[in-house]
């Protein structure tokens, strides 16, 4: 027989432990799916298990790195009850109620019923996939600039891509570098006009116009780029102590693909507060949010789907 309960949290990053403190202390005794160490994309306390000091979430005034954050919710969640087993939810049937999900170990049968399910399996950056690139995540190579961007303050920093996403980053790297290059491979951008103008006029920002990054250059902090003129193929070495690299994320979304209402660029659309098109099923955190992305938001979504499953399972009867 499959185990039941009556809060299934898929996620444990910021938003998914967030939910499982919030209804362990509502005596709902949610039980969280951490994901597997093993994956890139659901890893157990998720994108934060790859950032090092996390100096803008409240509370922490000298910085907390983020796998001791992490580590410090997941104790938290565990003391009010929640239980948590390191697993991945292979399958999610929401056509009928209650949910059920099959776990890796799973074969026909679901291991797991719920009552109500909340969805916080975040997303992942999009990489280069350059040799360097790995090795130096963390160590002068970022993902997010309003994390990381104080960090930076006086480097010679590249932002690697050439949409509005590449272009928001380099804007407000700005404040803290002397110099921002943005790598295109391309000799025009796609990001909006506007962006492109804000750009254009601000003269901390140079372009790599036509360049493809080949390597991330450094043993134990970035030392440079080495890319490659796409139109001469000619490589050359540019030369910074920074890298963030803004091609875009995608929403961890396979288990209710064609069963959730997705946004055009593939995140879950949810309505009021953390509530999907499916009663029962909720979405918090970055799997549903592509537009703050911060470790703070992704704790208060937990909050509010944590809240918002109390009330309805309260309203359910259940």
């Known amino acids: 027989m499959p185990i039941h309960t009556r809060v299934l949290i898929i996620g444990s990053g910021p938003a998914g432990l967030t939910a499982a403190i919030y209804t362990s202390r509502a005596q709902l005794s949610p039980l969280v799916i951490e994901g597997e160490p093993s994956s890139t994309s659901d890893q157990p306390g998720g994108q934060l298990m790859l950032t090092t000091d996390i100096e803008n979430f409240p509370g922490f005034p000298e910085a907390i790195s983020g ?3 992490m580590t410090n919710m997941r104790a938290q969640a565990l003391r009010f009850g929640a239980e948590l087993l390191v697993d991945k939810v292979q399958r999610l049937d929401t056509t009928r109620r209650p949910f059920r999900a099959w776990l890796s170990s799973d074969a026909e049968e679901p291991g797991i019923t719920a009552d109500a399910v909340i969805l916080a399996t975040g997303a992942q950056s999009l990489m ?4 360097g690139e790995a090795r130096l995540l963390s160590h002068g190579l970022s993902t997010c600039a309003t994390c990381d961007g104080f960090f930076f303050r ?3 920093i590249a932002v690697v891509g050439g949409g509005d996403s590449a272009l928001e980053e380099a804007l407000f790297l700005t404040r803290f570098a002397t110099s921002v290059t943005i790598v295109h491979r391309r000799d025009t951008l796609r990001a909006s006009k506007i962006m492109q103008e804000r750009a254009f006029a601000n003269e901390k920002i140079r372009f790599a116009w036509n360049t493809q990054v080949l390597e991330v250059l450094g043993d134990s902090k970035v030392e440079g ?5 796409t139109l001469n193929n000619e490589e050359r070495v540019l030369s910074v102590t920074g890298v963030f690299v803004a091609i875009g994320h995608i929403p961890n979304t396979t288990l209710v693909t064609g069963q959730v209402d997705l946004a055009e660029n593939g995140y879950v659309r949810t309505g009021v507060g953390s509530f999907t098109n499916i009663e029962g099923l909720f979405a918090a955190g970055d799997v549903q949010d592509d ?4 470790a703070v938001t992704s704790a208060g979504s937990g909050c509010i789907a944590a809240i ?4 309805w399972l309260e309203a359910q009867g259940l």
């Open 291 to 294: 537009v703050y992305r911060q």
């Open 128 to 131: 280069m996939d350059v040799p």
């Open 225 to 229: 780029l080495r890319v490659r003129d």
């Open 67 to 69: 796998p001791e954050l």
């Open 308 to 311: 918002d499953a109390e009330r």
């Open 154 to 156: 006086g480097h010679d």
